[in-house]
């Protein structure tokens, strides 16, 4: 969120400068809602827990400037005079990484979360697995990630056109690593869910352990539906559930993603199977809209609708919370403009404005929304950065605040004040006029829908 619009906020006279003395006291308004007072008596947050006083904290690092986001921020700041009082509309605000495609190194990830905390969002939505590469330690299958997390190459730009860096890439994150980062975001109020994909973009795992597949086949080095999905074997179903224990052990909250998408005739009884399991170890399964083709799921599970909200409010009347994150207005991958300037060209154009602009549908039914950032053309932070900001900023706002959303005044606010903001932090963003000079990839082949 940019600054918050709050539920209500009041602006007082004059200016005071802030000692860095913050009176905390508790609050009886929503949850992860607070109150913020500066005057010149001093800066009092009252909050209704511990998340409404780091998102209080927030906004005071938002009113503070720019140079409240460096590293070492300078001496004593002015405040306006005022009183904000707020909470979040979404108890699901979220971003999805795909870690799985090109894997994020552990300090890369961290100051993620340290993004998604500085815009109030509280879900980081990780990718784990897929055809391309097995990101989670298994202790007891280790050729998952020891030969599941490397391919040899990767595809370059759009599959349609056949080219391979021919590098190899690769990575995984161990278990204390993945301890590490649920133990940081739980510190900012953010909840990790991991997602193993099954029972299709899976064909890192039978590269491991071909026994598993339809059909054998390395780490994939495509983009796109992998027709290899897991088999039906009763010993695969053992063994995707051992991995599941075994993720439950170092994630502790309370969603686990499990997939389900994408796998065209593919096993409804492996995803009943794992569904159940989690349900029998106190989690909630959180799976893609396709999920609900599969038969029957349990009442705990979530369901992202992704292929639009169709699915989305089909789930909602079954009973089943549902996170919107419909590709059309939220899939931050998906090229920015029609320009030839912009950056291996695929999907729709998905615009800042298609962002802020988005309302989802049954609102006031759902669990939430997020954001998702698919990485097969995003292949280092840099790149991450430029698709995800500002956009991410337009999905913060309308996952928190309700009300009518004037594009032309969000831009005027992202130019004048968060912007300056997300450069202080070092985040390479796209700029609003368009990608700079460095930011370019020409040459690379793309598929523009």
Same mark, same amino acid.
């Not at 995803?271 to 396709?290: K, Y």
């Given at each position: 969120?940019?600054?918050?619009?709050?539920?209500?906020?009041?602006?007082?006279?004059?200016?005071?400068?802030?000692?860095?003395?913050?009176?905390?006291?508790?609050?009886?308004?929503?949850?992860?809602?607070?109150?913020?007072?500066?005057?010149?008596?001093?800066?009092?947050?009252?909050?209704?827990?511990?998340?409404?006083?780091?998102?209080?904290?927030?906004? +005071?690092?938002?009113?503070?400037?720019?140079?409240?986001?460096? @590293?070492?921020?300078?001496?004593?700041?002015?405040?306006?005079?005022?009183?904000?009082?707020?909470?979040?509309?979404?108890?699901?605000?979220?971003?999805?990484?795909?870690?799985?495609?090109?894997?994020?190194?552990?300090?890369? +990830?961290?100051?993620?979360?340290?993004?998604?905390?500085?815009?109030?969002?509280?879900?980081?939505? $990780?990718?784990?697995?897929?055809?391309?590469?097995?990101?989670?330690?298994?202790?007891?299958?280790?050729?998952?990630?020891?030969?599941?997390?490397?391919?040899?190459?990767?595809?370059?730009?759009?599959?349609?056109?056949?080219?391979?860096?021919?590098?190899?890439?690769?990575?995984?994150?161990?278990?204390?690593?993945?301890?590490?980062?649920?133990?940081?975001?739980?510190?900012?109020?953010?909840?990790?869910?991991?997602?193993?994909?099954?029972?299709?973009?899976?064909?890192?795992?039978?590269?491991?352990?071909?026994?598993?597949?339809?059909?054998?086949?390395?780490?994939? #080095?495509?983009?796109?539906?992998?027709?290899?999905?897991?088999?039906?074997?009763?010993? #695969?179903?053992?063994?995707?559930?051992?991995?599941?224990?075994? $993720?439950?052990?170092?994630?502790?909250?309370?969603?686990?993603?499990?997939?389900?998408?994408?796998?065209?005739?593919?096993?409804?009884?492996?995803?009943?199977?794992?569904?159940?399991?989690?349900? *029998?170890?106190?989690?909630?399964?959180?799976?893609?809209?396709?999920?609900? %083709? #599969?038969?029957? $799921?349990?009442?705990?599970?979530?369901?992202?609708?992704?292929?639009?909200?169709?699915?989305?409010? #089909?789930? $909602?009347?079954?009973?089943?919370?549902?996170?919107?994150?419909?590709?059309?207005?939220?899939?931050?991958?998906?090229?920015?403009?029609?320009? @030839?300037?912009?950056?291996?060209?695929?999907?729709?154009?998905?615009?800042?404005?298609?962002?802020?602009?988005? %309302?989802?549908?049954?609102?006031?039914?759902?669990?939430?929304?997020?954001?998702?950032?698919?990485?097969?053309?995003?292949?280092?932070?840099?790149?991450?950065?430029?698709?995800?900001?500002?956009?991410?900023?337009?999905?913060?706002?309308?996952?928190? *605040?309700?009300? %009518?959303?004037?594009?032309? %005044?969000?831009?005027?606010?992202?130019?004048? *004040?968060?912007?300056?903001?997300? @450069?202080?932090?070092?985040?390479?963003?796209?700029?609003?006029?368009?990608?700079?000079?460095?930011?370019?990839?020409?040459?690379?082949?793309?598929?523009?829908?």
């Amino acid at each position: 969120m940019i600054l918050p619009r709050p539920v209500s906020f009041g602006r007082g006279d004059g200016e005071v400068v802030f000692d860095g003395v913050v009176d905390v006291r508790q609050w009886g308004g929503p949850a992860e809602g607070y109150r913020l007072t500066i005057a010149p008596s001093g800066v009092v947050i009252e909050a209704a827990d511990a998340a409404g006083e780091a998102h209080a904290r927030q906004t +005071l690092r938002q009113l503070s400037g720019p140079s409240a986001f460096r @590293a070492v921020a300078p001496g004593p700041v002015t405040l306006p005079v005022c009183v904000v009082e707020d909470h979040p509309r979404f108890r699901w605000r979220g971003c999805m990484l795909d870690v799985a495609r090109h894997f994020l190194p552990k300090p890369d +990830l961290l100051r993620y979360v340290d993004l998604l905390a500085v815009h109030k969002l509280n879900v980081l939505h $990780l990718h784990l697995t897929d055809d391309q590469g097995w990101r989670f330690e298994s202790l007891r299958f280790p050729l998952l990630h020891e030969v599941g997390g490397w391919r040899p190459s990767s595809r370059y730009g759009d599959r349609r056109h056949g080219g391979q860096t021919g590098r190899p890439h690769g990575g995984y994150y161990t278990q204390d690593d993945l301890r590490e980062v649920v133990a940081y975001a739980a510190e900012r109020h953010i909840t990790v869910v991991p997602e193993i994909d099954v029972p299709g973009h899976s064909q890192a795992a039978i590269a491991a352990y071909p026994e598993l597949g339809v059909a054998p086949g390395g780490v994939w #080095t495509d983009w796109g539906i992998n027709p290899n999905l897991l088999n039906t074997a009763p010993s #695969t179903v053992d063994f995707v559930l051992a991995v599941f224990e075994e $993720l439950l052990d170092v994630f502790p909250g309370e969603y686990v993603g499990f997939g389900g998408d994408e796998a065209e005739g593919g096993d409804g009884s492996l995803v009943r199977a794992v569904t159940e399991f989690l349900v *029998s170890r106190g989690r909630r399964p959180f799976g893609w809209d396709e999920a609900l %083709e #599969t038969g029957p $799921l349990p009442d705990a599970t979530v369901i992202a609708s992704w292929r639009g909200e169709d699915a989305g409010v #089909t789930a $909602l009347d079954r009973g089943l919370d549902v996170v919107m994150c419909p590709e059309k207005y939220v899939y931050l991958d998906y090229r920015q403009s029609d320009s @030839a300037d912009e950056p291996v060209p695929v999907g729709t154009v998905t615009t800042l404005e298609d962002v802020y602009g988005y %309302e989802p549908a049954a609102a006031d039914r759902l669990l939430g929304v997020q954001a998702n950032v698919w990485t097969e053309h995003l292949d280092s932070p840099r790149r991450l950065d430029y698709a995800t900001f500002p956009r991410l900023c337009a999905l913060a706002e309308l996952a928190w *605040s309700t009300g %009518e959303r004037d594009v032309a %005044e969000f831009r005027d606010r992202l130019a004048g *004040s968060h912007l300056p903001r997300l @450069a202080a932090l070092g985040v390479e963003y796209r700029p609003l006029s368009g990608p700079l000079p460095w930011q370019r990839l020409p040459g690379v082949p793309g598929h523009p829908r």
